[in-house]
């Protein structure tokens, strides 16, 4: 009763939302109705859009709004390299190094047998699919977690018979931080991949 | 380059959301590509269906679907009682005392001089318009701000004069709140409300 029908079901339909509680799904609906009804109407139409229009990039798994992805389609990038992520934003968090020059797969999962997440989950069949390719290197790059560290194990033991190169990104000290605050795992891993200088 | 267009597309618009960051804004982003395509329809017609068939209730300027909001349209809302709020979410807040059983009426702001708002920019004629009816105390419900001071003092100034009770919420102590604790406003407040018991 206290909010008008189409508030209400707004409000309801925001709060499904990850991350929007009761108040800030309020909040929210309350914005939408002082938005212009054009920018609502955008913002709508990309929601819709988006989810109708993406599908995965034949090749690396990647959202894409083709049948492969800009990257894949890129003759510029390497096909020798492979870099494996757990995520399509993981994806985005590499590029933004603007450094590596490679390709990407995306498993859309890690290995979690707790929650059921074995192999046939991930999108690693798809992966052994592209070995078969000019690929020399595959760098695994799951979040430095249990379940990364699993699937990176999982995925070496399965690619390094065929002969392909399998690496890990490197565990460490973040830039910056102070020994005298960091982890003990994470400082394990800085001792165990320490290199000559 | 990274995100596919109709994906960075849908971020750069859940981004210009209250409250939304880049990060939060991706998540969502990604979200929505995983939710079932008749939820993301169903989501995308209420932001639309609310931003259009809402408009303000031309009695009280809460949010509306019909002419007139369900709580004016209510014969057991007594008409001798008006309380006044900044915004519709306050209405929801007096709502959910279970208590209050008056009408409402929505200023959409608070007097805010130095951001140009002036009793102009507010639904203060609309109030005064509906005072020729048998209304006999207008319920001052602003926030305890400098605005919603502000405001409660000019309401009261301009509705005295006609012959109208005009009152205010208390200010003071909240319930379970220690005294140690309280900031010096409050209990001045407080000690100014106080009554015999």
């Given at each position: 009763m206290t909010f008008a029908k189409p508030l209400a079901e707004l409000i309801s339909r925001l709060e499904r939302l990850p991350g929007v509680g009761p108040k800030s799904a309020q909040r929210l609906a309350f914005h939408v109705l002082r938005m212009p009804e054009d920018d609502v109407r955008r913002l709508a139409e990309a929601l819709r859009e988006a989810r109708e229009s993406l599908r995965l990039c034949l090749?690396?798994?990647?959202?894409?709004?083709?049948?492969?992805c800009a990257i894949c389609q890129d003759?510029?990038?390497?096909?020798?390299q492979i870099c494996v992520v757990g995520e399509p934003r993981d994806i985005a968090a590499m590029e933004r190094l603007n450094e590596y020059r490679g390709r990407y797969h995306v498993l859309h999962g890690l290995l979690n047998p707790m929650d059921g997440i074995g192999p046939e989950q991930l999108k690693v069949r798809e992966l052994i699919a592209r070995l078969?390719?000019?690929?020399?290197e595959v760098i695994v790059a799951t979040n430095p977690t249990v379940e990364g560290d699993a699937t990176a194990l999982y995925l070496a033991k399965q690619l390094r018979p065929i002969g392909i190169k399998v690496t890990r990104l490197a565990h460490g000290m973040?830039?910056?931080?102070?020994l005298d605050y960091a982890d003990t795992a994470t400082l394990l891993s800085a001792l165990e991949y320490r290199r000559e200088i």
């Open positions: 090749v690396c798994q990647n959202f894409s709004a083709e049948e492969t003759p510029r990038r390497d096909p020798a078969s390719g000019p690929v020399e973040p830039v910056g931080g102070e």
